[in-house]
């Protein structure tokens, strides 16, 4: 068998450009296939920045392992790289009693996952956020923010120094199994081609469930099936980036971790994301979920807001195994060879923590690469 690629990368979000990174080297042909123009368009460059401490996932999950390696990787990774950050920790309060009891049940989960935690005396709550009203919260140190732009051109300076080749434009069309390896069938600018491939990382975010079912995979048997949850964003004007000094979160009660006070590297604030379930992929915004945002628990936390300080601004939306109303999924990160496909890795449904969890990812996958190669 003639090979052109040991292995192929489908998609330049976060994902693909961490996984990249960390499998080029030196005799390896790696290939990263991007439909888009530019690395990073979808998923990675629209969510909160958040380096999460790992506090909300199952105890034995994916998401809490990755979660807590990626966190302590990435603060490493910004401070020998100069990717800008800022570990400003987060609150996490609770403004009526009903609260208080998840509350107190996040506290157990999260420090049972190992997360460092500290619940917070009334005391120290308004030393620590003088603004902030609520009844009980609990502090977490682990918590930041990042660069999330920065990190991908990091990630993808690293893999094309190493030799892989970043190839834009260019969409994954079909793939097929040959007696080894995979023939992966391809459009671009000047057309449709193919090429064969030992290794295939299916890397497509909010398409990934289709990416396998092109090399045959039954998505509902598999339990692949994606739901699409968008997250939408409001800005906050009238410089009330100044009344807060980290970041707030609300104690979660549905799909997510609930509308948050958002503060990127630049000290800029947002709240959001409210998340609710969509068909299709539209970005836009408008002002339809604003009285959901102001009824919200984080404008009870937050008495100084001001309804009008507060405009639609971006959305993201989330690639979740997760249906409505449906219970914990963890991220699907596998080595199909059991499904007769050997050389093919999935990574489906690499909602958040996805971004926190990336460099984990990404050394996990590794193992499993050199294992096949
Ligand atoms: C609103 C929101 C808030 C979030 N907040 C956080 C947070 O604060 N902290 C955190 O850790 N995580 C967060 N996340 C999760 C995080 O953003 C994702 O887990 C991460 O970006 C997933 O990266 P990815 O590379 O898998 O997917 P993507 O960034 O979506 O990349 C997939 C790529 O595959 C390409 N592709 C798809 N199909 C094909 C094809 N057939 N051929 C070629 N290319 C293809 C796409 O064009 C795309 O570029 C958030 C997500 C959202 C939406």
Redesign the pocket.
């Known amino acids: 068998m003639t090979y052109q690629a040991d292995i192929t990368i489908?998609?330049?979000?976060?994902?693909?450009l961490a996984i990249a990174s960390q499998v080029t080297r030196e005799g390896r042909r790696v290939y990263v296939?991007?439909?888009?123009e530019a690395f990073?368009?979808?998923?990675?460059s629209?969510?909160?920045?958040?380096i999460?401490a790992g506090i909300y996932y199952e105890r034995d999950s994916l998401k809490t392992r990755m979660c807590l390696e990626g966190n302590g990787l990435l603060y490493e990774l910004c401070e020998r790289n100069g990717i800008a950050y800022n570990k400003c920790g987060k609150i996490i309060v609770a403004t009526n009693d009903v609260e208080v009891e998840e509350l107190e049940k996040l506290y157990r989960k999260g420090r049972d996952n190992g997360v460092p935690l500290k619940m917070l005396s009334r005391r120290e709550m308004s030393q620590l956020e003088p603004n902030m009203r609520g009844i009980a919260a609990f502090f977490s140190p682990t918590t930041g923010v990042i660069d999330s732009y920065a990190l991908m051109r990091y990630f993808h300076g690293k893999a094309t120094n190493n030799g892989a080749q970043i190839a834009y434009k260019?969409?994954?069309t079909g793939i097929e199994k040959a007696s080894e390896g995979y023939k992966v069938m391809v459009e671009d600018a000047s057309g449709g081609f193919s090429f064969m491939t030992r290794v295939v990382i299916n890397?497509?975010?909010?398409?990934s469930e289709k990416?396998a079912e092109m090399v045959g995979i039954d998505i509902d048997e598999a339990n692949y099936k994606l739901h699409w949850c968008k997250?939408e964003y409001y800005s906050v004007s009238g410089g009330r980036n100044k009344l807060i000094n980290r970041l707030i979160y609300p104690v979660p009660m549905a799909i997510s971790v609930g509308v948050h006070v958002c503060l990127d590297v630049n000290w800029r604030l947002r709240l959001g994301?409210l998340f609710y379930y969509v068909d299709e992929i539209s970005y836009k915004v408008d002002d339809s979920q604003r009285r959901l945002f102001l009824e919200s628990s984080m404008m009870k936390a937050l008495p100084f807001m001001e309804p009008a300080d507060l405009e639609p601004e971006t959305s993201?939306?989330?690639a979740m195994l997760q249906g409505e109303g449906e219970s914990f999924r963890d991220f699907v990160i596998r080595h199909e060879h059991d499904r007769g496909l050997p050389g093919f890795i999935n990574?489906v449904g690499?909602?958040?923590?996805?971004?926190?969890?990336s460099p984990a990812i990404a050394r996990y996958v590794g193992h499993l690469v050199n294992e096949i190669l």
């Open positions: 489908i998609g330049a979000g976060i994902i693909g296939l991007e439909r888009n990073g368009q979808e998923q990675s629209r969510n909160s920045e958040v999460h260019t969409e994954v890397c497509a975010g909010l398409f990416v997250g994301p993201g939306i989330m990574l690499i909602e958040t923590p996805g971004l926190t969890s």
